[in-house]
């Protein structure tokens, strides 16, 4: 059923020990605004839960139609970092370039529930890139959004 649900895609990064850490995610949604807040879902089997259960920052990358490449880098290869792609930014987070926008958060609780956890965080930094058209996840593959050819 979730198939048929249209969902913007995102990049989560983290630094544990000094290694870069990151997948693509599509759970990514606003909990509240004061505090500034949002969650992301996550299994707990993934090579990336280590960093997210260890860490107290993370970043979450916004992605538009130009950056299909980057979400399919990381979601599906191992050599998410190689390359000059991304920077260390505010507490040492890993900062991917050329995005539609970027939050630096504070982790503020980890809910685990059998093999999957819900992350809950509160922005600290950010920065808003160029204009852009989201990417959209749907039916298992990418998209974009398009105007209805009439009002509702």
Known sequence: MFRRHAAGVAIITANYQGVPYGFTATSVASLSARPPRFTFNMARTSRSWPAVANTSYIG?????????????????????????????????VPILKDVS?????????????ENNAVVV????????????????????????????????
């Open 121 to 152: 965080v509160e922005v600290v930094d950010g920065a808003v890139g160029g204009e852009s058209q989201p990417l959209l996840y749907h039916g298992g593959s990418y998209s974009r959004p398009v105007p209805l050819d009439y009002e509702i």
């Open 101 to 113: 926008g970027w939050l630096i958060g504070k982790i503020q609780m980890r809910l685990s529930f």
């Open 60 to 92: 979450v990358h916004m992605l538009g139609l130009e950056n299909q490449e980057l979400a399919d880098r990381f979601a599906r290869t191992r050599d998410r970092f190689e390359g000059d792609h991304w920077e260390l930014g505010p507490h040492e």
